[in-house]
């Protein structure tokens, strides 16, 4: 079932260039989608469009049966729809670990020990019981954007949208992240949609849509949108550094097979030239 | 201007029992004129601590027995910090965040103008125009703009630029392309690349990001808990296993890669760069291909 | 720039820090009232003043803070005291000279420490506060207290979560302006020489960035709140709820006492 249709979506800021262009597409409940694009590709517009913080100037997007474009509901989509945005500096609101993830479900009106399960549930799937006390200035940019995820999941949402959340993390703060969001697709069917420019990070997503100039120009499965290594320079983007050095060895007449993703698959096509 | 360090500790709020912290810890090192050397190690183990020492932005404490920039002693409370800062350019995390002015023209001229405040107008046109040329935008196009219509990516540059106007000889970025995309990324690199070969003689990044540092740099550091674990070419650190990983870091993908291939009776000899890696491939594929 | 934290919140696991921070706010006010009523006419009047020190004293130990600390927060403010303490003993002409066709009176001396000993009482008291509490049940303390308000539609939520989020993005704040200005010291900035003018225009290449980061971040904020279905008081429930012990009783009797003995002496 499609827990979010994208219908023919455009979206201008000052009416005369449009950052999104004419988009659909649908996202399966419970899938991973990646949509990767260079800066000003139009991606993170797309994000504030899924849950109603932007509205399509044309089209619809109905999220869960429910378009964006009906203001009474907007509590409703954004209750379905959680957004991680990039810079977790920015998203905390209070002083205390806990009171800031009690943020959301005090605004929607949910009883205090209720809040207090909500939020014992959210430190726990991303790993941070031991700072529910602590305050966030003292964490760690990983730390403080699990606590940034933790306060999305307060809100029990179905569908949670990171956008460029790693762009500002550490390699081991990135890993965090991705790991927590592998696991809540994986183990509790959160439909994950993650917005990136970093190519290695698509490769855990079920589809993947290649935004540019605003509209889609490539999608498909991770393996079939790398096999378009020149489409992809030709955007603004680059092949993950392994699909990129089995790419200059075939360049220089060395055999390796097609369709290389990651390190594993590099390393066991190098074995096999034997 | 080559940079000496000899016995550098640094204790964050000295006078504070409860609240000190030492981020630098003996820390001895020598960075060569022509250097474009890679200070890498987890977040807090004290890379930018010892950087922000390079141009006085942080002042030696008692116990350092030697810090020299070129002729600059960085120990001698007298020293010229402002002719230093002249010569040693630093570009922080997020450069574009410090664009001021009300165009472009005079975010870069400000260096110039605080530095050496005795040029002529038209000497300092040339020089900004310059600058702003180096880093690839067109002069006539920006100088008039505000920086703060242009894209992420070229606010980063108008940034670089006003770094480089006063042509330093050595040249310190933190994490210059976070929040790049690789496009951007890529340019980024070409541009270091560029100065390194024109006036700016060494250049230390401080960087996350292995494959990066491989790549590029001809000599690195590695810190941890603000110690120095090890210095030495990229081939000397990477492919010793228990550096990087007792250091919490990532192998550069040449390195893991060589390393696996290794185990698999397959023995490289790269310099960790992947022209090189893919040079040595090849040189394997020949001659087992030659064998048959 | 890391260590800052506002109001020098002490953190311990004391009597006093476990108080309710509306009753403590309560109970600062009434120690100050109590300062102020300490009777000044005679030098057998600053006897007065021995309950109030007592008070500090048993409240810091009672608290577990160092007395030192305590004694240190007046160093902020010890200019401004020692010169009205100064202006009091030079300027006084009433009461009888000290020596003859001396300019310090007796009466000036009298007041200059009675001016000295107030202040510096009201901020060791007033410290005890910040140091038992933190500034974010200081807020929450000063939302509920406010709730009345409410009745002439006075906004106290939106008035506490401004708070709250200005305290929260203080160290934030800080920290930025600590990587500006280093960035533009790197560019030669000068922000120590010549005269005020200068100075204030030296200022300038820090501000502007600062306050183009503070309206991003606030942008950023703003999007963050929506997205956490932010919308006001109404409808809001609140997870933290203050509850008055038998401490706060406590805590009251004793203040209590403090004023019945000032009144007394």
Same mark, same amino acid.
């Given at each position: 079932m499609s827990i979010i249709e994208v219908k023919n979506v455009s979206y201008t800021y000052d009416k005369t260039k449009f950052a999104v262009k004419n988009v659909s597409f649908d996202v399966k409940e419970g899938e991973y989608v990646a949509i990767i694009g260079h800066n000003g590709s139009g991606k993170s517009t797309l994000a504030k469009l899924f849950n109603a913080l932007f509205v399509p100037t044309n089209g619809e997007i109905i999220v869960d049966g429910i378009s964006t474009s009906q203001k009474d509901k907007l509590f409703e989509i954004r209750k379905k729809v959680g957004v991680v945005f990039q810079n977790p500096d920015n998203g905390i609101v209070a002083s205390i670990v806990e009171d800031d993830i009690a943020f959301g479900p005090e605004n929607i009106g949910v009883k205090r020990e209720e809040i207090g399960e909500r939020i014992d549930f959210a430190l726990k799937?991303?790993?941070?019981?031991?700072?529910?006390?602590?305050?966030?200035?003292?964490?760690?940019?990983?730390?403080?954007?699990?606590? +940034?995820?933790?306060?999305?999941? +307060?809100?029990?949402?179905?569908v949670i949208v990171l956008d460029e959340s790693t762009a500002m993390l550490d390699p081991k703060g990135r890993q965090e992240i991705l790991n927590v969001v592998k696991k809540l697709n994986k183990e509790q069917g959160v439909t994950v949609?993650?917005?990136?420019?970093?190519?290695?990070?698509?490769?855990? +997503?079920?589809?993947?849509?290649?935004?540019?100039?605003?509209?889609?120009?490539?999608?498909?499965?991770?393996?079939?949108?790398?096999?378009e290594g020149a489409k992809i320079k030709s955007i603004g983007l680059e092949l993950p550094l392994a699909s990129f050095i089995a790419e200059k060895l075939r360049q220089a007449g060395v055999p390796v097979k097609d369709g290389i993703l990651d390190k594993e698959e590099l390393k066991g096509a190098i074995c096999e030239l034997k | 201007?080559?940079?000496?360090? $000899?016995?550098? &500790?640094?204790?964050?709020?000295?006078?504070?029992?409860?609240?000190?912290?030492? %981020?630098?810890?003996?820390?001895?090192? &020598?960075?060569? $004129?022509?250097?474009?050397?890679?200070?890498?190690g987890e977040t807090g183990s004290g890379k930018s601590t010892f950087v922000q020492h390079i141009n006085g932005l942080i002042k030696t404490q008692k116990n350092c027995k030697k810090f020299t920039v070129g002729e600059f002693d960085l120990t001698d409370k007298k020293c010229d910090y402002k002719s230093l800062r002249s010569k040693v350019g630093m570009v922080f995390q997020y450069p574009e965040y410090q664009l001021f002015a009300e165009t472009v023209f005079e975010d870069v001229e400000f260096g110039l103008k605080n530095f050496f405040p005795n040029l002529t107008q038209e000497e300092r046109s040339e020089k900004v125009k310059q600058a702003i040329e180096t880093v690839g935008l067109d002069f006539e196009r920006v100088k008039n703009k505000s920086p703060f219509e242009m894209s992420g990516g070229q606010k980063r540059r108008v940034a670089i630029a006003g770094v480089i106007v006063t042509r330093p000889e050595v040249l310190v970025l933190d994490e210059p392309v976070a929040g790049l995309d690789p496009k951007g990324k890529l340019e980024f690199i070409k541009l270091l690349k560029r100065?390194?070969?024109?006036?700016?003689? &060494?250049?230390?990044?401080?960087?996350?990001?292995?494959?990066?540092? %491989?790549?590029?740099?001809?000599?690195? %550091?590695?810190?941890?808990?603000?110690?120095?674990?090890?210095?030495?070419?990229?081939? $000397?650190?990477?492919?010793?296993?228990?550096?990087?990983?007792?250091?919490?870091?990532?192998?550069?993908? &040449? %390195?893991?890669?060589?390393?696996?291939?290794?185990?698999?009776g397959i023995k490289l000899n790269s310099d960790l760069t992947v022209d090189n890696f893919v040079e040595e491939v090849k040189n394997y594929y020949c001659k087992i291909k030659g064998g048959k | 720039m890391k260590e800052f934290s506002f109001g020098s919140y002490y953190p311990e696991n004391s009597f006093v820090h476990k108080m309710d921070a509306r009753v403590k706010i309560l109970l600062s006010i009434a120690y100050i009232v109590a300062v102020f009523l300490v009777k000044n006419n005679t030098w057998i009047n600053y006897l007065g003043f021995v309950p109030c020190l007592l008070f500090v004293i048993i409240v810091a130990v009672v608290s577990k803070i160092p007395f030192i600390k305590v004694v240190k927060s007046i160093k902020t403010i010890i200019f401004f005291v020692i010169l009205?303490? *100064? *202006?009091?003993?030079?300027?006084?002409?009433?009461?009888?000279? *000290?020596w003859k066709n001396g300019f310090i009176t007796d009466k000036g001396l009298y007041n200059a420490g009675y001016i000295f000993l107030r202040i510096v009482l009201v901020v060791m008291g007033a410290s005890l506060l910040t140091f038992t509490t933190s500034p974010v049940e200081i807020a929450d303390g000063i939302e509920s207290l406010l709730t009345p308000l409410k009745l002439i539609k006075f906004p106290v939520h939106e008035f506490a979560l401004v708070m709250s989020i200005a305290l929260r993005f203080i160290p934030t704040l800080l920290d930025e302006t600590d990587r500006i200005i280093k960035a533009q010291t790197s560019r030669g900035a000068d922000f120590n020489s010549g005269n005020i003018f200068k100075k204030a225009k030296a200022l300038i290449p820090i501000l502007i960035p600062l306050l183009i980061s503070s309206f991003r971040r606030a942008d950023e904020l703003a999007d963050a709140m929506d997205a956490r279905c932010y919308a006001g008081s109404k409808n809001r429930t609140k997870y933290k709820k203050m509850k008055l012990s038998l401490r706060d009783l406590i805590g009251t009797l004793f203040t209590a006492l403090l004023i019945v003995g000032v009144c007394f002496l």
């Amino acid at each position: 079932m499609s827990i979010i249709e994208v219908k023919n979506v455009s979206y201008t800021y000052d009416k005369t260039k449009f950052a999104v262009k004419n988009v659909s597409f649908d996202v399966k409940e419970g899938e991973y989608v990646a949509i990767i694009g260079h800066n000003g590709s139009g991606k993170s517009t797309l994000a504030k469009l899924f849950n109603a913080l932007f509205v399509p100037t044309n089209g619809e997007i109905i999220v869960d049966g429910i378009s964006t474009s009906q203001k009474d509901k907007l509590f409703e989509i954004r209750k379905k729809v959680g957004v991680v945005f990039q810079n977790p500096d920015n998203g905390i609101v209070a002083s205390i670990v806990e009171d800031d993830i009690a943020f959301g479900p005090e605004n929607i009106g949910v009883k205090r020990e209720e809040i207090g399960e909500r939020i014992d549930f959210a430190l726990k799937t991303v790993g941070m019981e031991k700072f529910r006390y602590s305050s966030p200035d003292r964490l760690s940019g990983g730390q403080k954007q699990r606590i +940034a995820i933790a306060g999305v999941l +307060a809100l029990k949402p179905k569908v949670i949208v990171l956008d460029e959340s790693t762009a500002m993390l550490d390699p081991k703060g990135r890993q965090e992240i991705l790991n927590v969001v592998k696991k809540l697709n994986k183990e509790q069917g959160v439909t994950v949609i993650a917005i990136t420019h970093y190519m290695d990070e698509v490769l855990n +997503a079920d589809k993947v849509y290649v935004l540019d100039e605003g509209e889609i120009a490539l999608q498909g499965t991770p393996r079939e949108i790398f096999k378009e290594g020149a489409k992809i320079k030709s955007i603004g983007l680059e092949l993950p550094l392994a699909s990129f050095i089995a790419e200059k060895l075939r360049q220089a007449g060395v055999p390796v097979k097609d369709g290389i993703l990651d390190k594993e698959e590099l390393k066991g096509a190098i074995c096999e030239l034997k | 201007m080559r940079i000496e360090v $000899e016995n550098l &500790t640094f204790v964050y709020s000295e006078k504070s029992k409860s609240l000190q912290y030492k %981020a630098l810890d003996d820390i001895s090192l &020598t960075i060569e $004129e022509g250097d474009f050397f890679g200070i890498v190690g987890e977040t807090g183990s004290g890379k930018s601590t010892f950087v922000q020492h390079i141009n006085g932005l942080i002042k030696t404490q008692k116990n350092c027995k030697k810090f020299t920039v070129g002729e600059f002693d960085l120990t001698d409370k007298k020293c010229d910090y402002k002719s230093l800062r002249s010569k040693v350019g630093m570009v922080f995390q997020y450069p574009e965040y410090q664009l001021f002015a009300e165009t472009v023209f005079e975010d870069v001229e400000f260096g110039l103008k605080n530095f050496f405040p005795n040029l002529t107008q038209e000497e300092r046109s040339e020089k900004v125009k310059q600058a702003i040329e180096t880093v690839g935008l067109d002069f006539e196009r920006v100088k008039n703009k505000s920086p703060f219509e242009m894209s992420g990516g070229q606010k980063r540059r108008v940034a670089i630029a006003g770094v480089i106007v006063t042509r330093p000889e050595v040249l310190v970025l933190d994490e210059p392309v976070a929040g790049l995309d690789p496009k951007g990324k890529l340019e980024f690199i070409k541009l270091l690349k560029r100065l390194h070969n024109d006036f700016v003689k &060494t250049i230390i990044i401080v960087s996350h990001d292995m494959d990066l540092v %491989a790549e590029n740099c001809n000599k690195i %550091a590695v810190l941890k808990k603000g110690k120095i674990v090890e210095t030495g070419s990229p081939k $000397e650190i990477f492919c010793q296993k228990n550096i990087v990983e007792n250091s919490g870091l990532d192998l550069p993908l &040449t %390195a893991y890669l060589q390393r696996e291939l290794e185990q698999n009776g397959i023995k490289l000899n790269s310099d960790l760069t992947v022209d090189n890696f893919v040079e040595e491939v090849k040189n394997y594929y020949c001659k087992i291909k030659g064998g048959k | 720039m890391k260590e800052f934290s506002f109001g020098s919140y002490y953190p311990e696991n004391s009597f006093v820090h476990k108080m309710d921070a509306r009753v403590k706010i309560l109970l600062s006010i009434a120690y100050i009232v109590a300062v102020f009523l300490v009777k000044n006419n005679t030098w057998i009047n600053y006897l007065g003043f021995v309950p109030c020190l007592l008070f500090v004293i048993i409240v810091a130990v009672v608290s577990k803070i160092p007395f030192i600390k305590v004694v240190k927060s007046i160093k902020t403010i010890i200019f401004f005291v020692i010169l009205s303490a *100064l *202006l009091q003993i030079f300027f006084n002409k009433s009461g009888t000279p *000290l020596w003859k066709n001396g300019f310090i009176t007796d009466k000036g001396l009298y007041n200059a420490g009675y001016i000295f000993l107030r202040i510096v009482l009201v901020v060791m008291g007033a410290s005890l506060l910040t140091f038992t509490t933190s500034p974010v049940e200081i807020a929450d303390g000063i939302e509920s207290l406010l709730t009345p308000l409410k009745l002439i539609k006075f906004p106290v939520h939106e008035f506490a979560l401004v708070m709250s989020i200005a305290l929260r993005f203080i160290p934030t704040l800080l920290d930025e302006t600590d990587r500006i200005i280093k960035a533009q010291t790197s560019r030669g900035a000068d922000f120590n020489s010549g005269n005020i003018f200068k100075k204030a225009k030296a200022l300038i290449p820090i501000l502007i960035p600062l306050l183009i980061s503070s309206f991003r971040r606030a942008d950023e904020l703003a999007d963050a709140m929506d997205a956490r279905c932010y919308a006001g008081s109404k409808n809001r429930t609140k997870y933290k709820k203050m509850k008055l012990s038998l401490r706060d009783l406590i805590g009251t009797l004793f203040t209590a006492l403090l004023i019945v003995g000032v009144c007394f002496l």
